[in-house]
């Protein structure tokens, strides 16, 4: 078992990938105990995104009943994402979907945790779903919308680019300036 970790604002966003068994709960409580030391009342937030977990035993299930046990003694939160159709069987037999709020995106999960860390992750992130792919960036810099830009010309006289032509024509893309910042959003598909 591996775990990627990822942090927005005041939330640390843990990502196991494979198997929480008996082999690996170990090294799964490890992983847990520094952001679980500092998951608090005023502190940081854990989401664990299960998107890439392939199942989890009794062992591991052990783990996350002491990580949530201590994050709400200590006044903090720990949710969970992204169940995948095993994993969320399991939780259902053994009732832990009555125990961890449950999301299923990072993104709904970071919105429930805090507005801080769902905004850093809006800055930042790309998320994906059936049919889409939306990407967000922004800057302080000065307001410019690049799809406004002309069209090059043939001599490539015209401000713009062609880079920029293809990705308006392959996207939705939205531009808005507020309070002092660009802000560009790509969507790709349509559902």
Do not use: W
């Not at 992983?31 to 995104?49: E, F, M, T, Y």
């Not at 709400?72 to 009732?95: D, M, T, Y």
Request: hydrophobic share 45%; with cysteine; glycine share 8%.
């Amino acid at each position: 078992m591996d775990i990627g970790s990822r942090r927005f604002a005041d939330a640390l966003v843990l990502s196991p990938v494979g198997r929480i068994d008996h082999a690996s709960s170990e090294a799964f409580r490890g992983a847990l105990s520094n952001p679980l030391a500092r998951c608090a009342a005023g502190g940081d937030h854990i989401v664990l995104d299960f998107t890439a977990l392939e199942y989890i035993s009794s062992a591991g299930l052990r783990v996350l009943m002491l990580a949530h046990r201590q994050a709400a003694n200590q006044g903090g939160k720990l949710v969970i994402s992204g169940l995948q159709p095993v994993v969320r069987e399991i939780f259902e037999i053994s009732r832990f979907t009555m125990i961890f709020e449950i999301f299923p995106s990072v993104r709904d999960a970071l919105a429930s945790v805090s507005a801080r860390a769902l905004a850093s992750y809006d800055a930042t992130s790309t998320e994906t779903a059936p049919g889409r792919m939306t990407a967000t960036y922004e800057d302080t810099a000065p307001p410019h919308n690049p799809f406004a830009a002309r069209a090059p010309s043939a001599a490539g006289t015209a401000i713009g680019g062609i880079g920029l032509l293809l990705v308006a024509g392959m996207t939705i893309p939205e531009y808005r300036y507020t309070a002092g910042k660009n802000h560009i959003s790509l969507v790709i598909g349509t559902s």
